[in-house]
């Protein structure tokens, strides 16, 4: 058997070791429970291109790598959601040009209202959280700048990005 049938073996009887733990470490994640299988599915992939020798920790990398695809999912899934969003918000052709204006006292009223729920969301924040979403959503500073601001890693800018998110969603989602 070659070595990359053994290093193959090797990625498939860890990741079937740690399959469990690995389904309970993404489902904790907020991952939709259709999306967990094809995130170890696309683990898999990407582990078995590296050789296990070549990895101090393969348990650590396993999860890094299913932690990193969890990532790009969640804002794969939060960008296809905005581009459906603004597709059914955008006026068709045939009623664009037909309306004298698009807002109406009761959608400045309703855009008025979320505007403050956005803000009473953001209060419950920690501050670098809140600081770290701010800077990214209303400035036009890269995660790195952020980071570089608020003494932090880029990483953790992500987290903090992440989980504000997060929370304004379920605050709006509440109210």
Same mark, same amino acid.
């Given at each position: 058997?070659?070595?990359?049938?053994?290093?193959?073996?090797?990625?498939?009887?860890?990741?079937?070791?740690?399959?469990?733990?690995?389904?309970?470490?993404?489902?904790?994640?907020?991952?939709?429970?259709?999306?967990?299988?094809?995130?170890?599915?696309?683990?898999?992939?990407?582990?078995?291109?590296?050789?296990?020798?070549?990895?101090?920790?393969?348990?650590?990398?396993?999860?890094?790598?299913?932690?990193?695809?969890?990532?790009?999912?969640? *804002?794969?899934?939060? %960008?296809?959601?905005?581009?459906? @969003?603004? &597709? #059914?918000?955008?006026?068709?052709?045939?009623? +664009?040009?037909?309306?004298?204006?698009?807002?109406?006292?009761?959608?400045?009223?309703?855009?008025?209202?979320?505007?403050?729920?956005?803000?009473?969301?953001?209060?419950?924040?920690?501050?670098?959280?809140?600081?770290?979403?701010?800077?990214?959503?209303?400035?036009?500073?890269?995660?790195?700048?952020?980071?570089? *601001?608020?003494?932090? %890693?880029?990483?953790?800018?992500? @987290?903090? &990005? #992440?989980?504000?998110?997060?929370?304004?969603? +379920?605050?709006?989602?509440?109210?």
């Amino acid at each position: 058997m070659s070595v990359v049938g053994n290093d193959n073996r090797f990625w498939a009887t860890l990741i079937q070791s740690h399959d469990d733990s690995l389904r309970e470490f993404l489902n904790r994640r907020n991952q939709n429970a259709a999306d967990v299988g094809d995130i170890i599915q696309e683990t898999y992939m990407r582990v078995v291109k590296i050789p296990p020798q070549s990895v101090n920790n393969p348990q650590a990398y396993l999860f890094k790598t299913a932690a990193n695809l969890s990532i790009n999912n969640y *804002k794969k899934v939060c %960008s296809d959601e905005n581009n459906k @969003k603004n &597709i #059914a918000s955008k006026p068709s052709t045939s009623t +664009q040009y037909n309306t004298v204006t698009s807002t109406t006292p009761e959608l400045e009223l309703e855009a008025q209202r979320k505007r403050e729920l956005m803000l009473e969301a953001l209060k419950g924040l920690p501050q670098n959280c809140r600081a770290a979403f701010i800077l990214h959503r209303f400035y036009p500073d890269t995660y790195l700048d952020i980071a570089k *601001k608020l003494n932090v %890693s880029v990483s953790m800018v992500e @987290k903090y &990005i #992440a989980q504000a998110v997060l929370h304004c969603k +379920q605050s709006m989602e509440q109210n």
